[in-house]
């Protein structure tokens, strides 16, 4: 059984404004404060490179670029005991401004014990996460 959430908002910033954000992992916990405590990436952002991130209250995590389409979108996978926990984060033009949208998804034969780990803690810093990044990249414009 899988499970996987995901959250959207509107931004009036371009994908070039809201781009830099992603890119800059070290900084990443300034829009995702529910969700990343520190981050780092071990070489470009570039599918296929190596980092690690920690969420509060769990431990550290590696995480792999899988896909990485400058200025509208990346993905990251982190394999867990029995699962993998994968994140999207897409950039899409929308009127004057963006849509960014976050998703999160477990799967794997122990996606049901993981989702419960951590199923509010994703849904709480993913929703916060999208918003608060929302605001800071039009704050750029």
Same mark, same amino acid.
């Given at each position: 059984?899988?499970?996987?959430?995901?959250?959207?908002?509107?931004?009036?910033?371009?994908?070039?404004?809201?781009?830099?954000?992603?890119?800059?992992?070290?900084?990443?916990?300034?829009?995702?404060?529910?969700?990343?405590?520190?981050?780092?990436?071990?070489?470009?952002?570039?599918?296929?490179?190596?980092?690690?991130?920690?969420?509060?209250?769990?431990? /550290?995590?590696?995480? @792999?670029? %899988?896909?990485?389409?400058?200025?509208?979108?990346?993905?990251?996978? +982190? !394999?867990?005991?029995? *699962?993998?926990?994968?994140?999207?984060?897409?950039?899409?033009?929308?009127?004057?401004?963006?849509?960014?949208?976050?998703?999160?998804?477990?799967?794997?034969?122990?996606?049901?014990?993981?989702? /419960?780990?951590?199923? @509010?803690? %994703?849904?709480?810093?993913?929703?916060?996460?999208?918003?608060?990044? +929302? !605001?800071?990249?039009? *704050?750029?414009?």
């Amino acid at each position: 059984m899988a499970w996987q959430f995901e959250h959207s908002a509107l931004s009036s910033a371009r994908r070039e404004d809201v781009w830099p954000h992603y890119t800059d992992v070290e900084k990443w916990s300034a829009w995702s404060q529910k969700g990343v405590e520190w981050s780092r990436i071990d070489g470009p952002f570039v599918a296929g490179t190596e980092g690690k991130s920690k969420p509060p209250g769990f431990p /550290a995590a590696r995480f @792999r670029l %899988t896909a990485v389409e400058p200025e509208r979108m990346f993905a990251s996978e +982190a !394999k867990l005991p029995g *699962a993998r926990l994968t994140f999207e984060h897409i950039i899409e033009s929308v009127g004057a401004g963006v849509q960014i949208t976050h998703r999160a998804r477990v799967d794997g034969p122990m996606a049901w014990l993981w989702t /419960a780990l951590i199923r @509010r803690s %994703t849904e709480r810093g993913l929703s916060d996460g999208v918003e608060r990044l +929302a !605001k800071m990249s039009a *704050a750029t414009r």
